[in-house]
């Protein structure tokens, strides 16, 4: 089945850097790629994704990038505000599409 | 508001004890699902379902049932709680397309404590 692994497991930045996480995946097939923010006591929260026919895609202060051939995806945050601290997960679905696995989850700290 | 509905938000059980957990969504989606989250394990999926009356199994499905007799509501169902499925779940639902599941919505979770 899918295996999604998610880099680094915690994350500190000063605020105004910028942050990467990246996640890999095992399933060739897979063709569609999200990224969900938790904030404390709350649900994750869709922020972007990407299908796999492109390769960019920009969402005002973050962006996520896909490499097909390496098979993995990553997500950019730039200009890191506080409000940016959260739980950050990726995921990628099965090749039949109606499952989603997630990764490990990335604690991402953004220091003031 | 469009959302998902999970209650309740805390529960504690004795061992044993069956419990349901409701989940209801209000989007008319067909796809729906159940997660639990772990300390260092992510979000593991327990059982989902693609439309009424249609259920799998996801990773980690023992210990627990689900039904899904109308569109809008997904109850996960602990038939004899035990210790080990002390955790933080999350209900999801999405719109599709096709087969392929795209923008969950999640609930805001119930965090469950077996004792």
């Known amino acids: 089945g899918e295996n999604v692994e998610q880099h680094p497991s915690t994350l500190s930045v000063q605020e105004g850097d910028s942050a990467v996480i990246k996640c890999t995946y095992s399933d060739s097939a897979s063709n569609y790629f999200p990224w969900y923010k938790q904030e404390l006591g709350k649900g994750p929260q869709l922020i972007i994704d990407i299908r796999s026919n492109v390769g960019e895609k920009k969402d005002q202060r973050i962006a996520v990038t896909l490499n097909k051939t390496a098979k993995h995806f990553s997500l950019h945050i730039t200009e890191t505000q506080p409000e940016d601290s959260a739980v950050y997960f990726c995921a990628a679905p099965k090749a039949a599409g109606n499952k989603l696995t997630f990764g490990g989850g990335t604690r991402v700290l953004v220091k003031p | 508001e469009a959302q998902v509905t999970q209650n309740p938000r805390y529960l504690i059980t004795v061992t044993g004890k069956k419990l349901t957990v409701t989940c209801s969504q209000n989007m008319n989606h067909e796809y729906m699902s159940w997660y639990r989250q772990d300390p260092g394990l992510g979000l593991r999926q327990i059982y989902y379902?693609?439309?009424?009356?249609?259920?799998d199994k996801g990773d980690v499905p023992e210990g627990y049932k689900v039904s899904r007799k109308e569109k809008r509501n997904f109850p996960l169902i602990l038939e004899s709680p035990s210790p080990n499925q002390t955790s933080l779940y999350f209900c999801?639902?999405?719109?599709?397309?096709?087969?392929?599941?795209?923008?969950?919505?999640f609930g805001s979770g119930t965090r469950l404590t077996v004792v």
């Open positions: 999801a639902s999405s719109p599709g397309q096709g087969r392929v599941v795209i923008g969950y919505t």
């Open positions: 379902s693609m439309n009424v009356e249609v259920t």
